[in-house]
């Protein structure tokens, strides 16, 4: 019922930006929280923003001051600002949201970053 559908992704040098969308079928006032995760090739899927609707917004420490998170809930949109990208963000981006005990995932956006 609920869909995710990420954009935004592709390949950028060391050091540039980039900006990824996440459209969502339902209001985002109607989940409990929204988040950005990602996944590097061998690794766990990890945390890479998360914002309860309570809001505060927590980063995970490798991103900090890098990346920045917005809303926007007239559109039902979830914003990832990526800055000064280095290799070790090279990853699958997935937004997410969570409601109650459910989680819905988008299908993913790839990021690459790259001499």
């Known amino acids: 019922q609920v869909q995710l559908v990420e954009s935004g992704g592709g390949l950028v040098q060391p050091g540039g930006s980039l900006r990824l969308s996440c459209a969502m079928s339902?209001?985002?006032?109607?989940?409990?929280?929204v988040a950005w995760y990602r996944q590097a090739p061998g690794k766990e899927r990890e945390m890479v923003v998360v914002?309860?609707?309570?809001?505060?917004?927590e980063y995970a420490d490798s991103v900090k001051g890098r990346f920045s998170f917005s809303t926007d809930g007239a559109k039902s949109m979830l914003y990832l600002q990526m800055n000064d990208l280095n290799a070790e963000d090279t990853a699958v981006y997935y937004c997410?949201?969570?409601?109650?005990?459910?989680?819905?995932w988008g299908q993913g956006t790839q990021v690459t970053v790259s001499s």
């Open positions: 914002s309860p609707n309570g809001k505060s917004t």
């Open positions: 339902v209001t985002f006032f109607a989940m409990d929280s």
């Open positions: 997410n949201a969570n409601r109650g005990l459910v989680d819905y």
